[in-house]
């Protein structure tokens, strides 16, 4: 990856501010802050997926041990579970294209954090690897459906001029929440067992959905119509 990045030729002039100025790293981050929290449906995206990962990770900090300790997966099976997701991921692309015309952007957003509610909540209360590995192949599609419909929401409502700069706040708060998620998850798995921590995210994500559900409507891009 470094070696064909390190190949991509940029022949862009340094960015300049709309009066010429010379932008910074820390002007550019400024701005991005601000557009956000003037525009409240990007805003509650950024910190929906913070907690998403927060949630996320959280749970599958300890996928290896919730495999081979409550499930009893050798190894080789423990290969195959990870597959499933992968196989869910490879038909994402084929789900959205259908999926993507009757719920639009915003019923895709809104159903992703509903899905991953339950998925959190199945997995808790799963009772054998089969059912483990259907959630795993759901979850691999929905994982390539929402992020498309993530992205392309993120890219058609922000300015192109603020679009590097906006992504990266949303980055942030990604992997952020994913770092914080994973030390929370060990704490819980700790004192309230393996299954504790997706009690836990699946309950936070239905709150999620819920709260966020009106302010989500407005996520929808324009039209070409438009």
């Known amino acids: 990856g470094a070696v064909l990045i390190s190949r991509i030729r940029v022949h862009e002039p340094v960015p300049e501010d709309e009066d010429g100025a010379r932008t910074s790293l820390i002007r550019d981050i400024r701005e991005g802050l601000a557009w956000l929290r003037h525009n409240r449906p990007m805003l509650v995206m950024v910190l929906s997926i913070l907690i998403m990962n927060v949630a996320f990770t959280a749970a599958f900090a300890t996928w290896v041990l919730y495999c081979t300790v409550l499930l009893g997966l050798t190894n080789l099976q423990f290969g195959l579970l990870v597959t499933c997701s992968a196989l869910g991921g490879l038909a994402g692309p084929w789900v959205h294209d259908r999926v993507a015309p009757r719920l639009g952007y915003t019923g895709i957003v809104r159903a992703g954090f509903i899905i991953e ?59 952020g929440g994913s770092a914080v998620g994973a030390v929370i998850g060990a704490v819980i798995a700790q004192g309230f067992g393996l299954t504790a921590a997706f009690w836990a995210s699946g309950v936070v994500m239905l709150f999620v959905a819920a709260s966020a559900w009106r302010t989500l409507a407005s996520l929808q891009p324009p039209t070409a119509h438009e």
């Open 117 to 175: 509610g339950v998925v959190h909540l199945v997995l808790a209360t799963a009772p054998n690897p089969w059912v483990v590995a259907g959630t795993m192949v759901v979850f691999g599609v929905h994982t390539m459906v929402w992020g498309a419909a993530a992205v392309t929401v993120r890219h058609q409502l922000t300015p192109t001029r603020l679009l590097g700069r906006v992504t990266s706040v949303y980055f942030m708060a990604s992997i």
